[in-house]
Every structure is written in C-alpha cells, then in structure tokens.
C-alpha cells in the first residue's frame, strides 16, 4: 500500500476545471515535489489532498484513510499543512504560535498539559526556534517566521507535510536553511512531505521524485532527471532552457537560456546592475538590445538572473549557489561598480545574504556615481535584512532615480 494515493482527481472551481484525472502515489519516507507553470493546478492539488477542497471525482488516501470520510480533527492528527504566507494578525507570540498545533490533539473540555508543551518544545527544538518561545511573531525575520510555522505544522505530530512554496518570500539564505530543515524532519522523522515548487533547482536539487503539472494535467512524473528535461520544459513552461549537473551534488540544474540578441546600436555608458531571483532578466535583455555595456553581480550561482547573464555574455561576479556574499565577492563587485558610470538597482529581495550588494550600492553613492532605482514595488515586502537593511535602502532611495518598471531605465540612463 502506498502512503498516499491520489485516484483520478477531477477538481472544478465553479464552472472551471482546475485539475483533470490527477493520478500519483507517493511511498512513505519520500520527498515529493509538484512543478508547473502558473495555473497549472499546484495549489488546488495541496487543498484535495488536504480534505479542504473536495474534487468533483477521484479520491485521496492518506496512510489508507479516505481523506474525505474523516473531520477536521482526524485530517489535522494526520496532514499538516505550511502554506506561501500566514498572516498572523495578532501579536502572538512564537510559542502560542506552535501550540495552536496541538489543537487536534486537545478535547474542548481539555487545557494545555505537560505533554503538549513538550511536544511543542520538541517542535521548536527540530525548527532550532526555541530561543524564539517569547518573542512576538511580528518582529521576526521572514525566515524565522516561516520556521515558527513549520514548528506549528511539526506540533500536530502530522504523518504528512504538504508544502506550498515553502521559500517563496525568503532571500536565498533562508532558502537554504528552510530546505535542509525540511529534508531533515523528512529524513530523521519519518515525515512524508509534498511540496510545491516554483523554483526549478531547488526542486531538482531536494526531492526524490517530481511531477510536472500543465493545464491541470499531469505531464511527466519520474525522478528529477526523468522530469526535468529541455523538452519538458520547452513544452510547459514556453522556455528554451539548459539541463545540467552540479558537478559536486550530481543534481539538476535548469539555466534558462535566451539567445543573444544582435547589438544594433553601440553606446559609450557602461551600467552595473544589482539584482537577484528574477529582477534583471527584463533589464538585462532590454539593456543589453540597446548596446549598453553590461556588468552584474553579486549574483549566486543557478539564480536566474545569473544564468540570464551568462547567456548574453554579461560579465558577472559569482558566489556560490545558496551562499552569501563573502568580502571577496563584495570586493570584486565594488570594483566593477566604480569603473561603470552608471548603476542600477533592481526591485529584488534583500536579506542577509546578499545585504552586501545594498551595501556596495552605498558606497557608489557616497563616490558621487548616479544610481537608478528600479521600485515596482515597495520595498518593505521585498526587505529580510530587518532595520539595516531598510536604513540602507532608504540611503540610497533619498538621492536614487527611482523607476517605476524596468523599460523606464532607458529614459533614466540618459
């Protein structure tokens, strides 16, 4: 008997269908991801499986219980859930926070007793977060945050972790550190975890197996070299990408690769771009088409705005994946920085790990070179590195050109 199965899943919000004939089975002591471009269903397949949306047909099973026969109690002793966000509205603290874990194990005529306690302390324990017990959720890190949740999740004692984009809002160092902390309660306490994925390497990289979602469909399933091919992705997600192996971990990588478009004009400005997780592709390319010469980093290996910029060619300063800025990163930066005349700050996330590039951004302020900053969006939902971090940004933002979007970075430079 498989741990969990999924038969034949139809699931319809209103008069669309969302999930068409979904059909896996997942083996205990696995680490389960779910890929796909957006709408492809990801999410709605996390709430079937989790009894919170019932399909229109097919059905689910968990350690061979019909998920859909069982109340809310019996689902929470058995499946836990850590969604993209938890909007904590009240000022809790990260020990109230983990016990409301214990819910399901905790009749209405029952309080908290010793057992609960222990079980959430061992929660915090496996989450290292027990120095966080007293400390109010709202003035924790988003990485700390998202840890608590997963220490809330730990504390229903589930036999299923479900996971959607469980790094989605964190800076590459928490990134890290939430998916090895995964993988450690998947493979030291025999937890089951599905997780849903937009980040292809992480994917590849963490889990056993993959299943490649489309239109509501499953695609490809398999092991990340099964799933995880040009062909695949060409076909799914529209892109045309690079397929290779980490030469120390022997897992996939996935560069996205966009041909380099021919120059047609020739400028004289050179033009440094601090970015990360996506933030300067579209600047990157639009700057590159114009002839601009180009300078990046500090971008980690397998980000995508890395890979963007090997791919046109850009010269770019490199740490390796998942790590932070070391000094002689930051150095070599700051030197193509000061030798470019002009820079350009993308609208990325910053947090500890790569605090660094704010920093070297800084101090071309203070040489007198023009900065650009590009704020599609406010900078407080994008900032991990807590008061240095907004303390910096806003140093630069009060003598920066700020844009709105990417393409008006053109009309900035001059």
């Not at 050179?270 to 500090?298: F, K, N, P, W």
Request: glycine share 6%; net charge negative; aromatic share 6%.
């Amino acid at each position: 008997m498989k741990f969990l199965e999924v038969n034949d899943v139809d699931s319809y919000y209103g008069p669309k269908k969302v999930l068409e004939q979904v059909i896996f089975s997942v083996d205990k002591g696995e680490f389960f991801g779910v890929i796909g471009p957006n709408g492809s269903g990801k999410t709605t397949l996390l709430r079937c499986i989790s009894g919170v949306l019932k399909p229109r047909s097919g059905g689910v099973r968990v350690n061979g219980l019909n998920v859909y026969t069982l109340g809310e109690r019996e689902i929470a002793k058995n499946i836990a859930v850590v969604p993209q966000a938890s909007a904590i509205n009240f000022s809790f603290t990260a020990l109230e926070i983990v016990m409301m874990g214990r819910n399901p194990h905790i009749s209405r005529f029952r309080m908290e007793n010793e057992r609960d306690y222990k079980i959430a302390e061992n929660a915090m324990e496996l989450t290292n977060t027990k120095h966080l017990a007293l400390r109010q959720m709202d003035t924790l890190s988003g990485g700390e945050q998202q840890r608590i949740i997963i220490a809330r999740a730990l504390a229903q004692e589930p036999k299923l972790l479900l996971l959607d984009e469980p790094t989605v809002h964190l800076d590459i160092s928490h990134q890290l550190e939430i998916m090895e902390l995964i993988r450690r309660l998947n493979r030291d306490n025999d937890i089951v975890v599905v997780a849903v994925f937009h980040d292809l390497n992480l994917a590849a990289h963490y889990c056993n197996r993959l299943m490649l979602l489309d239109s509501g469909k499953v695609f490809s399933i398999g092991t990340p070299h099964d799933v995880l091919t040009p062909e695949n992705i060409r076909k799914t997600y529209h892109i045309d990408v690079l397929v290779k192996e980490h030469p120390l971990s022997s897992s996939l990588y996935v560069i996205p690769f966009y041909p380099a478009a021919q120059k047609l004009t020739s400028c004289q400005k050179s033009v440094h771009i601090i970015c990360g997780g996506g933030s300067g592709i579209q600047l990157m390319r639009v700057l590159h088409d114009e002839g601009y010469s180009l300078t990046a980093g500090v971008l980690n290996v397998l980000d995508s705005d890395y890979e963007v910029a090997v791919s046109l060619g850009i010269s770019t300063v490199e740490e390796a994946p998942f790590s932070r800025i070391t000094d002689e990163s930051y150095e070599r930066n700051l030197k193509l920085i000061l030798s470019s005349d002009v820079v350009v700050v993308a609208n990325a996330f910053f947090g500890e790990g790569n605090l660094l590039n704010l920093k070297a951004a800084k101090t071309a302020l203070d040489h007198h070179m023009p900065i650009i900053l590009v704020e599609s969006t406010p900078f407080s939902g994008r900032n991990f590195a807590d008061r240095e971090g907004e303390e910096l940004y806003n140093s630069i933002r009060a003598k920066a050109k700020l844009v709105k979007k990417p393409e008006n970075v053109l009309e900035a430079i001059g």
